[in-house]
């Protein structure tokens, strides 16, 4: 149990290890205003306006539209933080964490870690490291590029275009001034957590393209959630939470 213990202590530590250098980078990212001047904000209503910020009336929807969506205010940094690294330690956090290491533990994967009592305490540590690492890579992304974390729910009544719309979200976002664009942070996040949680994978997991997958298995699992928050309100986060 000791060495579930120790593991399990390297797994957190790795993860934690970022956070603060990771912090700082965000920190230094926000720095720049957010704000315009009138005179800019002048210029700007006169320039075309970006893909996903409106849909003309006839016109074909664009790749990274994602219009007739709920709208809020937009996340601070701090918003952002609380959003990602804090509720890393919620009910959302330690849930996933048990479902991730109830899958390794019905597959034995990995191997090496057993099955038992030992092997879900080594399956958890490392689901909850490696979501942790994630959320903590998607703030640090998300202040530097200023898009917003959330998913925003549709505002239509067909459940085929909510459902689209649930899926799209995966990959497409709202930026901070409400324009919509690829969700860099969000992609890149996944996809460098996968590879960030091979330091503490054994051999039979710990390659590129077990990285690789644990990614499409995270966007998997963000495609659910969004899912989860289009259908279920109650799942939202309270500054979105309209029934329809």
Not at 65 to 90: C, H, L, M, W
Request: net charge positive; aromatic share 14%; proline share 7%.
């Amino acid at each position: 149990m000791r060495k579930v213990e120790s593991r399990f202590f390297a797994q957190s530590s790795a993860a934690a290890a970022l956070f603060g250098f990771l912090a700082f980078c965000s920190t230094v990212a926000a720095q720049s205003p957010q704000t315009q001047s009138s005179g800019d904000s002048a210029a700007q209503q006169t320039t075309p306006p970006r893909p996903g910020q409106t849909h003309e009336p006839g016109a074909p929807p664009q790749a990274l539209q994602i219009p007739n969506t709920e709208t809020a205010p937009p996340f601070t940094v701090r918003d952002k933080f609380d959003y990602r690294v804090v509720q890393s330690y919620g009910l959302r956090g330690f849930a996933g964490a048990a479902i991730s290491a109830a899958f390794g533990q019905g597959l034995d994967s990995p191997h090496e870690w057993g099955e038992g009592a030992e092997g879900f305490a080594e399956r958890y540590g490392s689901a909850f490291a490696g979501n942790f690492s994630r959320q903590t890579f998607a703030f640090v992304l998300e202040s530097a590029f200023r898009e917003d974390p959330r998913y925003f729910p549709s505002e239509d009544k067909s459940k085929k275009v909510r459902l689209l719309n649930a899926l799209k979200q995966v990959i497409v976002c709202k930026e901070d001034n409400g324009n919509a664009s690829f969700a860099y942070a969000r992609v890149f996040s996944d996809f460098g957590a996968g590879q960030f949680s091979n330091l503490w994978q054994p051999k039979s997991t710990g390659g590129v393209g077990n990285g690789i997958k644990r990614s499409f298995i995270g966007l998997g699992a963000d495609a659910a959630y969004n899912l989860m928050q289009e259908f279920f309100p109650f799942t939202r986060p309270i500054s979105l939470r309209h029934r329809h």
